[in-house]
């Protein structure tokens, strides 16, 4: 035992670097299986969380009982035992087990449904108490504590003028009997305060549209059917009076803190249970319509799971097997320094078994106190790196984890056997032998070297020749591995050639230092053991973070793709009044623009996203990876040439005089002249008469035009029947001249040739219905009598608007404009554009589509801009609030929002995202473990190397020499392998990458851009190369230090 712990004592250092190496692969080795699951759990909370409440929790709703209308008087109030009795129901239908293991504890709320009545228009609304509302929501004022008092939503109070002391009016109504009028109860509330919801959406108010409405009391958008619903009113308990419209139900919430990973089957049969027991109830209890279920969101998190599972396993695989290389090659060295103790043993009668006992313990004891210590490091760092890039996870320890230490464990073990066995079996006469003659490859090691580059050779083979694409199998995650190994090798044999070259030419000729480091080569091949593990550590951190740039850069090409913009807001508000918003607060362009996304794709046609030209490089999201020449060059490609701008006029009238008319047709007449607008103080587009055209003589058309005091711009003038309805009209007339009667009458150019031209939509042929002449008498107009709706608008506005498309993007040629394309407008209508330029991708439409001006489109598809249901309000990044609060201020409501960053949050949260994170922190690590080792390697032979330095110095060499030569020696050697461990991920890199698994790619993302990323592997070879320097410098200073005459006199005394 003194022997054992004297040993341990004299050999520390080298011992210590045996440790750390079986700390740091177990630590790899146990850590990543107990990281892969906290992704696991983090993917299934994140899954969980981006489905609605109210699409994962439990919801129970009950009416009251029927005996509350007799169907001649307005019924009975309900009493707070009743109210307590419809509560008690729904909180005990949905308490059971299941429940109770995995969703929350229930809140019960109360509503009523009533109207509200602002002006000529009404509104719904509800009086809605929920459990503790008033602490889950930001109340200026008080909580309503009696009946009769109410929390109104902010924007509305300051819609309808009023203040903290007012009542507010809500209508019930109910039914009186058959074929009888509905009779109504008119309750008023007294507002005590105003109430404010972070997010409405969120699990402690678990349903959105129980407070959601419009706090403008807009009217509805033209063509919406959607009934008009104002802000709920937060009231009091005993305000909920009115038994046939009220409703109670309980919510519980999922618990993310109780589901995991093993209990997603149980939590799904739970489920189950509790539909199949609540299905059995009938009325007053009210089903819900759908019945919910987790096992889609819990089939998605499985195969991401074992997606991640795989990934993991290929980052650490190539980890653990340099680990146990490097700890083959220390116990190796340590056994070789013990050559004479091992010689002792046998010479004093030691049996072969307790020789192999005694060399072997040393080594056994340092890796098993590796165990306990690698495992405790390895949790507190797993529980690090989550707690830091996951949040709060469940702590597991998996089957593979377990398998992973006893492997490692094993095979160090195994490792450390065959190492010192190596010198157990030596000669005796070789191990007392004072010098350590170098042994040459045995034929093992030959056969070990031939089938590593077999093996390699394999599975290139394998990988370039498979079709499989987005496969991310595991033979091409450990491709880096596989290319490195074979490498090494050959490396192994090119640096004896090459060695052995540069000491021919440097025997007779060249600098005493490269001549010491060339012999210093040739003669001692321990030094290549150096160049497999930084080879392969160089190629799997290339590999690594190149293969995860790859992946992060298109993520996020495709978030800034699908929101657009730093921030998105989703509106129904008409195209056209929100540009007008966005125009009024910021005039600058600086922050905010309006857009429409684009319709699905129409025959022939791409799908066309329309943005504000003037203010696209300001506001949208950009990716250089899409080229196009850059974000600005597209907005210049979008804008229309510079003319002379819309024609503007004021007043309430506009004149027109219409000369020389002779029209004949049968469709839709008389033919009405139209006049379609902007207003300058609302945005709003309006569309009125101006009056009657005869068939055949002179006509002075005077119409009324309304909100044109402050100015508007026209659109389009149009000569329609009735109601706007098509005509087959043909022949002439001419428009002598066209007045407002306000401030500006209007520059109408009916004598510039070049100031009009026919306006779209068009019949049915595709070809313009009227021929446009212009001349001092005016705009002489040929009506072809194509059954259309006769349209004229300015050409400051191009008849093709440009169109920055796509490289991608189908567009077929259009078959009536020349040197055309067949766009698409508003709602997705076919239109000629002209191709002003092409990119890899566009914000809106992704990989497929284009971009065009709303301005241009408004122009001539304004009228039907009223349809579209959606509008998007792209705000850029750093908007100051104040601008956003003035944009709500002009009616239009902020609540549905969506921005790049949170886009790009989920996008990095997905499986393929946590697995090449792991990817790229094990190649991290795997580099660390390369210089460490190689770090122990140089201080185990740091003994012998300064055995030789002394033997130099005694013959007359110089100090600096030395130093130069032993630098040149490390430099050469370990800098071929960092070339060679470049030269492998580049080779890996280009065989497999564009097969990799790096994300759900949709039909419209972006592409993905495979290029090498060259800048990150010049950053890691150049990390490697500085490390490897630092490390060549220290060692030349610490062995010429060491190298002294008394080391010599020292050796001889052993």
């Not at 025997?507 to 321990?526: E, I, K, Y």
């Not at 510079?642 to 219409?658: A, C, N, Y």
């Not at 149009?718 to 002439?732: M, P």
Request: charged fraction near 20%; include cysteine.
């Amino acid at each position: 035992m003194g022997t054992f712990i004297a040993g341990l004592r004299s050999r520390r250092w080298l011992n210590l670097g045996v440790f750390a190496l079986g700390v740091l692969a177990m630590v790899v080795a146990v850590a990543t299986p107990l990281y892969a699951r906290s992704s696991a759990e983090h993917l299934l909370d994140q899954r969980v969380e981006q489905r609605p409440v109210y699409e994962t929790g439990l919801s129970i709703q009950t009416a009251p009982q029927s005996d509350h209308a007799d169907g001649a008087k307005p019924p009975h109030p309900l009493t707070s035992d009743e109210r307590a009795q419809m509560l008690a129901k729904v909180a005990d239908l949905v308490t059971t087990d299941g429940p109770d293991r995995f969703w929350q504890a229930p809140t019960t709320y109360l509503y009523s449904l009533g109207d509200y009545h602002s002006g000529p228009r009404t509104y719904q609304i509800k009086t809605y108490w929920r459990d503790g509302m008033c602490g889950l929501a930001h109340v200026e004022g008080r909580c309503p504590s009696a009946p009769g008092e109410a929390l109104i939503d902010p924007l509305m109070l300051e819609s309808i003028h009023g203040q903290l002391g007012d009542k507010i009016q809500v209508i019930f109504s109910y039914s009186t009997g058959d074929d009888k009028p509905a009779g109504e109860l008119k309750v008023d509330y007294t507002i005590v305060g105003t109430y404010a919801i972070d997010d409405p959406a969120s699990p402690e108010w678990f349903n959105p549209a129980r407070t959601f409405g419009d706090g403008t009391l807009r009217p509805t958008p033209l063509g919406s059917r959607a009934p008009m619903t104002a802000p709920s009113l937060l009231v009091d308990q005993s305000s909920i009076t009115f038994a046939p419209s009220t409703v109670a139900g309980a919510d519980r919430p999922i618990d993310l803190d109780r589901l995991d990973i093993d209990s997603m089957d149980a939590a799904e049969s739970a489920l189950a249970a509790w539909q199949v027991a609540i299905a059995n109830e009938g009325p007053p209890v009210i089903q819900p319509d759908e019945a919910i279920t987790l096992q889609s969101v819990f089939d998605d998190v499985d195969a991401e799971q074992t997606l991640l599972s795989r990934v993991t396993l290929a980052a650490v695989v190539p980890l653990i097997v340099l680990a146990l290389l490097l700890l083959y090659v220390l116990v190796a060295a340590a056994a070789d320094v013990r050559r004479q103790e091992v010689a002792l043993a046998k010479l004093r009668g030691f049996s072969a078994v307790k020789v192999v006992r005694f060399a072997v313990a040393e080594p056994v004891m340092v890796l098993l106190l590796t165990v306990p210590v690698g495992i405790a490091l390895a949790v507190l760092l797993e529980r690090t790196v989550s707690r830091t890039w996951l949040g709060g996870t469940p702590f597991a320890v998996t089957p593979q984890a377990v398998a992973s230490a006893v492997v490692v464990t094993a095979a160090a073990l195994a490792a450390a056997f065959v190492a010192v066995l190596g010198v157990v079996r030596e000669p005796l006469a070789s191990s007392l032998a004072s010098v350590n003659r170098q042994r040459g490859t045995s034929r093992w090691g030959l056969l070990a070297q031939g089938a590593l580059v077999m093996l390699s050779v394999a599975a290139v083979v394998q990988m370039v020749t498979s079709d499989a694409e987005q496969s991310s199998s595991f033979v091409e995650l450990l491709a880096p591995l596989f290319v490195a190994m074979g490498a090494s090798v050959l490396a192994m044999v090119l640096i004896g050639v090459v060695a052995r070259g540069w000491l021919r030419n440097t025997v007779s000729r060249g600098r005493l230092s490269s001549f010491l480091a060339s012999r210093r080569l040739v003669r001692r091949h321990d030094l290549v053991q150096l160049v497999l593990p930084l080879l392969l550590a160089t190629a799997m951190a290339s590999f690594a973070a190149s293969a995860w740039k790859v992946a992060d850069d298109w993520r996020v090409s495709k978030a800034a793709a699908t929101v657009g913009a730093a921030k998105v807001y989703y509106v129904d508000t008409a195209p056209s009044r929100l540009q007008w918003v966005t125009q009024q607060v910021d005039p600058d362009g600086r922050y905010l623009a309006a857009a429409v996304p684009p319709a699905p794709r129409t025959v022939g046609g791409g799908r066309v996203g329309l943005v504000d030209a003037s203010r696209f490089a300001a506001v949208s999201a950009w990716d250089d990876q899409w080229g196009g020449g850059g974000v600005q060059r597209v907005q210049d490609q979008l804008t229309p040439p510079d003319g002379p701008g819309p024609i503007e006029f004021s007043g309430t009238r506009v004149e027109v005089e219409v000369t020389d008319i002779s029209l004949k047709g049968e469709l839709n007449f008389p033919l009405e002249v139209w006049v379609r607008y902007l207003t300058a103080s609302s945005g709003e587009e309006h569309v009125v008469p101006l009056g009657t055209l005869r068939r055949h003589g002179d006509v002075t058309l005077d119409g009324f035009v309304s909100e044109c005091e402050e100015g508007c711009s026209l659109e389009q003038l149009f000569i329609a029947g009735s109601s706007s309805s098509v005509t087959d009209a043909a022949g002439r007339l001419t428009i002598g001249s066209i007045r407002a009667n306000g401030d500006t009458p209007g520059d109408w150019r009916t004598d510039d040739p070049d100031a009009w031209r026919p306006a779209r939509p068009f019949g049915d042929s595709g070809l313009a219905p009227v021929d446009i002449e212009a001349g001092p008498d005016g705009l002489a107009l040929r009506l072809t009598g194509e059954p259309a709706v006769i349209r004229l608008t300015t050409t400051d506005i191009p008849a093709a608007p440009p169109l920055v498309a796509t490289a991608t993007t189908e567009l077929d040629p259009d078959e009536d404009e020349p040197d055309a394309v067949s766009g698409a407008s508003v709602l997705g209508v076919r239109t000629p554009m002209v191709l002003a330029g092409t990119a890899e991708a566009l914000p809106f439409v992704g990989s497929d589509g284009g971009l065009s001006d709303l301005t241009s489109a408004l122009r001539e598809y304004g009228d039907q801009a009223t349809d579209v249901s959606i509008t998007e309000l792209l705000v850029a990044d750093g908007t100051p609030s104040s601008l956003l609060d003035q944009v709500e201020k002009l009616g239009v409501p902020l609540t549905d929002s969506r921005t790049e960053s949170e886009e790009l949050g989920l996008l990095r949260s997905d499986a393929f995202s946590l697995g090449w994170r792991v990817f790229l922190l094990v190649g991290v690590l795997t580099l660390l473990l390369a210089f460490l080792g190689v770090l122990a390697l140089a201080v185990v032979q740091l003994r012998w190397r300064s055995y030789e330095v002394a033997a130099l110095r005694v013959v007359g060499v110089r100090r600096r020499d030395l130093r130069r030569a032993i630098v040149t020696e490390y430099v050469a050697l370990l800098g071929m392998a960092v070339i060679g461990g470049g030269l492998a991920a580049v080779g890996s890199l280009l065989m497999v990458l564009p097969s990799l698994d790096i994300g759900t790619i949709g039909e419209f993302d972006p592409p993905v851009d495979f290029g090498l990323r060259w800048l990150v592997l010049a950053g890691v070879l150049g990390v490697v190369l500085v490390v490897v320097l630092a490390i060549a410098f220290w060692i030349s200073r610490r062995t010429v230090k060491q190298g002294t005459p008394s080391t010599l006199r020292q050796a001889d005394a052993r």
